[in-house]
């Protein structure tokens, strides 16, 4: 006949292998709960890790709590955003030294005119 259930809190260490081949090794709280007849765990805290190829546990960092100050002031920052469209650009690179040669092939591939007298753009038809 098994014992019956202490229903009360077991704490227990427990190694948890990692693909990395480090081994997290962790603290889990438990509790029985006989009308659904399984065990609940309660909580699990990570106490150290070994590292790949080393058998010395390395304390790992403890974790912040949600009302500790973070280490860094926040700041508000504001964001604006600028609708910029094509002849924005265009004058953009109109307003730059190189403003007249830029704005003239600008015109010739958006425009369809051609220097020649020929669009690349249009058939012999038109």
């Known amino acids: 006949m098994p014992a019956k259930p202490s229903c009360q809190i077991k704490t227990s260490v427990i190694k948890n292998p ?22 609940k765990v309660l909580s699990t805290k990570l106490i150290a890790k070994n590292p790949k190829g080393s058998q010395i546990p390395v304390p790992t960092r403890p974790k912040r709590g949600k009302n500790s100050i ?14 910029i469209g094509m002849m924005d650009i265009i004058g953009h690179i ?8 830029v704005r003239a092939v600008v015109a010739v ?18």
Not at 21 to 39: A, N, Q, S, V
Not at 73 to 81: C, D, E, F, G
């Open 109 to 126: 591939f958006l425009l369809g005119v051609s220097v020649i007298g020929k669009s690349p753009f249009r058939s012999a038809a038109f």
């Open 70 to 83: 973070p280490d860094t002031k926040t700041q508000i920052v504001t964001a604006k955003r600028n609708h």
């Open 94 to 101: 109109g307003s730059t030294y190189l403003g007249h040669a």
């Open 18 to 39: 990692q693909k990395n081949g480090d081994t997290y090794i962790l603290e889990r709280r438990t509790i029985y709960d006989p009308e659904k007849k399984y065990t």
